[in-house]
T-cell receptor, first 116, second 113 residues
Framework: GAVVSQHPSWVICKSGTSVKIECRSL??????MFWYRQFPKQSLMLMAT?????????EQGVEKDKFLINHASLTLSTLTVTSAHPEDSSFYIC????????????FGQGTRLTVV | SQKIEQNSEALNIQEGKTATLTCNYT??????LQWYRQDPGRGPVFLLL?????KEKRKERLKVTFDTTLKQSLFHITASQPADSATYLC????????????FGTGTQLKVEL
């Protein structure tokens, strides 16, 4: 099956610093990737849709200047949490879908971000 | 507003029994309904997809039904095993460009010996 790799698996950073999370589709090309956020015992909340070669589409209430998304190639999207604060601590998950399919999504293993 | 609800309580069943999980939605007309499994600290893993014009789908010990009139999907795991213990998420999509998924709240299943 299709494999999506997310890096790092976990990161601890200080308040005010920025953190970059990478999402790679290893064996397929993905025109679209998605970034989710998940708080403990809650479901996945879509933050933004990342489109290769164009600007990301952010969900209502998500600050685009705080969560910078870059989809530079058909196999890589990055999410940068800028000026991180403790309330940004969460589990961030990316997903990708092969460009020739519009059905199931394949997810990365997630990144646990802790801001201290 | 759109709402997707799953069994809010955790579901505990005995090994060998059939687990049935429920997904109800309102204010939504999905083209697809999908079920995912999520283990603690991991990303979701795709299990099954059922389209709006399908009533039932099966894959090994898994069965999904989809009733667009009731706006409900049922997810069954037959001959359940302790290894089936996880959180199960339903997700809806209208399909088409982008195919954005909206996830339900998830149901935690525990299969006991």
């Amino acid at each position: 099956g299709a494999v999506v790799s997310q890096h790092p698996s976990w990161v601890i950073c200080k308040s005010g610093t920025s953190v970059k999370i990478e999402c790679r589709s290893l064996d397929f090309q993905a025109t679209t990737m998605f970034w989710y956020r998940q708080f403990p015992k809650q479901s996945l909340m879509l933050m933004a849709t990342s489109n290769e070669g164009s600007k990301a589409t952010y969900e209502q209430g998500v600050e685009k200047d705080k969560f910078l998304i870059n989809h530079a190639s058909l196999t890589l999207s990055t999410l940068t949490v800028t000026s991180a604060h403790p309330e940004d601590s969460s589990f961030y998950i990316c997903s990708a879908r092969p460009s020739d399919r519009d059905t199931e999504a394949f997810f990365g293993q997630g990144t646990r971000l802790t801001v201290v | 507003s759109q709402k997707i609800e799953q069994n809010s309580e955790a579901l505990n069943i005995q090994e060998g029994k059939t687990a049935t999980l429920t997904c109800n939605y309102t204010n939504y007309s999905p083209a697809y309904l999908q079920w995912y499994r999520q283990d603690p600290g991991r990303g979701p893993v795709f299990l099954l997809l059922i389209r709006e014009n399908e009533k039932e789908k099966r894959k090994e010990r898994l069965k999904v039904t989809f009733d667009t009139t009731l706006k409900q999907s049922l997810f069954h795991i037959t001959a359940s095993q302790p290894a089936d213990s996880a959180t199960y998420l339903c997700a809806l999509s209208r399909g088409g460009g982008g195919n954005k998924l909206t996830f339900g709240t998830g149901t935690q299943l525990k299969v006991e010996l």
